[in-house]
């Protein structure tokens, strides 16, 4: 299965936080699944590690050197940015919003922690 890592568990997953469910913690391990993680991931972490939020004490730079070799890297094409604008307004977030699209364009599941997130009529999965 391709799995698509929103932020917070992109996060979670390379400081090996307890906050990691163990759900996700199976999916991410199990080998037979292909992780991705977002560029827009790393432009959240970039905007948000700024202003100091607790939830983002991370350099995007140092994030991106400590994933694991066989996590690939989505970057966000035009056709991502123009799904967005056919998602209900559910939830306002611009990078989530562009995750769920980078999930619907490319056919792979989302991982998210966020109820409201889930709540998309997408390939979108709440761990």
Same mark, same amino acid.
């Given at each position: 299965?391709?799995?698509?890592? $929103? /932020?917070?568990? !992109?996060?979670?997953?390379?400081? &090996?936080?307890?906050?990691?469910?163990?759900?996700?913690?199976? !999916?991410?391990?199990?080998a037979?699944?292909?992780? !991705? #993680?977002?560029?827009?991931s #790393?432009?959240?972490?970039?905007?948000?590690?700024?202003?100091?939020?607790?939830? #983002?004490?991370? $350099?995007?730079?140092?994030?991106? &050197? %400590?994933?694991?070799?066989?996590? +690939?890297?989505?970057?966000?094409?035009?056709?991502?940015a123009?799904?967005t604008? %056919?998602?209900?307004?559910?939830h306002?977030?611009?990078? $989530?919003r562009? !995750?769920l699209? +980078?999930?619907? /364009?490319? %056919?792979? /599941?989302?991982? /998210?922690?966020?109820?409201?997130?889930? %709540?998309y009529?997408?390939?979108v &999965?709440?761990?």
């Open positions: 299965m391709r799995l698509l890592l $929103d /932020t917070h568990l !992109l996060l979670w997953a390379a400081a &090996r936080s307890r906050r990691l469910s163990v759900a996700a913690r199976r !999916l991410i391990a199990d037979d699944n292909d992780l !991705l #993680f977002s560029a827009a #790393f432009r959240e972490v970039a905007i948000k590690h700024s202003p100091g939020r607790a939830d #983002f004490r991370v $350099d995007a730079r140092l994030l991106k &050197r %400590g994933l694991l070799d066989n996590d +690939q890297e989505l970057s966000i094409s035009s056709e991502h123009s799904t604008e %056919g998602l209900p307004p559910l306002k977030d611009p990078f $989530d562009l !995750l699209a +980078q999930a619907i /364009t490319e %056919g792979v /599941t989302l991982l /998210t922690s966020d109820a409201t997130v889930a %709540g009529p997408a390939p &999965r709440k761990v």
